[in-house]
């Protein structure tokens, strides 16, 4: 018995510190308009490209919720942005598993 209990409570912190993982640096590009979108709740979603979707017709909804630190968005701007992302284990139901960080604005172009 105690030896499961010593697997377990080991199994239990090994999962527990799992760490985020980085999953590298990405170039994106943010529309100048948002667009309504339903997730949970009906909201805003700003529309993104992702590195070799960027210049293309292909625009992906990318909720606030999964918003991009340090980057304040205002409408009537095209972005084109440096962002690091990084993996969540074990992210809530709701939530993204992939966190954005802003490391550049690259552009901002009134449109």
Same mark, same amino acid.
């Given at each position: 018995m105690k030896k499961a209990?010593?697997?377990? *409570?080991l199994l239990a912190t090994?999962?527990?510190c799992e760490e985020v993982q980085p999953e590298g640096d990405a170039n994106m590009?943010?529309?100048?308009? *948002? &667009? *309504?979108? &339903?997730?949970?709740?009906?909201g805003n979603c700003l529309l993104? &490209? $992702?590195?070799? $979707?960027i210049g293309s017709d292909n625009w992906s909804l990318f909720y606030y919720e999964n918003s991009i630190e340090g980057f304040e968005y $205002?409408?009537?701007y095209v972005y084109d942005l440096r962002v690091e992302k990084t993996h969540i284990p074990n992210p809530p139901q709701d939530a993204s598993s992939i966190e954005y960080k802003l490391i550049e604005?690259?552009?901002k172009t009134a449109q």
């Open positions: 209990l010593m697997a377990l *409570t090994v999962w527990a590009r943010v529309n100048y308009f *948002t &667009q *309504t979108c &339903q997730g949970l709740y009906e993104i &490209q $992702e590195d070799a $979707e $205002e409408a009537g604005v690259i552009s």
